[in-house]
């Protein structure tokens, strides 16, 4: 159990568009989703906590304005990067936890190329 | 002080030998600890948990938690190069919604 679905698994787009990123938990209920990004050769960096039914907790320097965070269920929470840019790019994952101690299973991840 | 900190290495080690990573933490209130492998290009998947001080093992995968020491450690027995990654300490401190903090990541690189 405990499986994460994440889609696209890669995208491209142009300067300036928006791209939505989509996370679900298949077989599990996630009230709490988590949204990283990671640079090349760089760890995982904390975007926001996705919280079903409220509004993302945005962790310091993330612009909650161009990445938009939507948990419109208990078992999906999308990320939209809006008018993206070049410096955007990056390898976007989601996570998500049954809950207790087992800590988190992650999505597949999303490469997204912004030219 | 980083919350939780890890060697980048590369960590060398040859093919059969024992690779040993560390990581240490700050929250000494810290409950549950977790090591992630992550293969380039790939997302991280979990290796195993540890709550309890002492020893854990998993196959040829062992956790070891200090609490006192405020580190935790994972050994790989038999390294075989398949287990060249980036091998993530992740930290929950009990707070809401559970959320892990994240180490650096060590990079083992395992040669035949």
């Known amino acids: 159990g405990a499986v994460v679905s994440q889609h696209p698994s890669r995208v491209i787009c142009k300067s300036g568009t928006s791209v939505k990123i989509e996370c679900r938990s298949l077989d599990f209920q996630a009230t709490t989703m988590f949204w990283y990004r990671q640079f090349p050769k760089q760890s995982l960096m904390l975007m926001a906590t996705?919280?079903?039914?409220?509004?993302?907790?945005?962790e310091q320097g993330v612009e909650k304005d161009k990445f938009l965070i939507n948990h419109a269920s208990l078992t999906l929470s999308t990320l939209t990067v809006t008018s993206a840019h070049p410096e955007d790019s990056s390898f976007y994952i989601c996570?998500?936890?049954?809950?207790?101690?087992?800590?988190?299973?992650f999505g597949s991840g999303t490469r997204l190329t912004v030219v | 002080q980083k919350e939780v900190e890890q060697n980048s290495g590369p960590l060398s080690v040859p093919e059969g030998a024992i690779a040993s990573l560390n990581c240490t933490y700050s929250?000494?209130?810290?409950?549950?600890f977790f090591w992630y492998r992550q293969y380039s290009g790939k997302s991280p998947e979990l290796i195993m948990f540890i709550y309890s001080n002492g020893d854990k093992e998993d196959g040829r995968f062992t956790a070891q938690l200090n609490k006192a020491s405020q580190y935790v450690s994972l050994l790989i027995r038999d390294s075989q190069p398949s287990d060249s990654a980036t091998y993530l300490c992740a930290v929950n401190k009990g707070n809401a919604g559970n959320m892990l903090t994240f180490g650096g990541g060590t990079r083992l690189m395992v040669k035949p």
């Open positions: 929250d000494r209130g810290s409950q549950s």
């Open positions: 996705s919280n079903e039914g409220s509004k993302a907790t945005y």
């Open positions: 996570s998500a936890s049954k809950g207790g101690v087992r800590g988190y299973t």
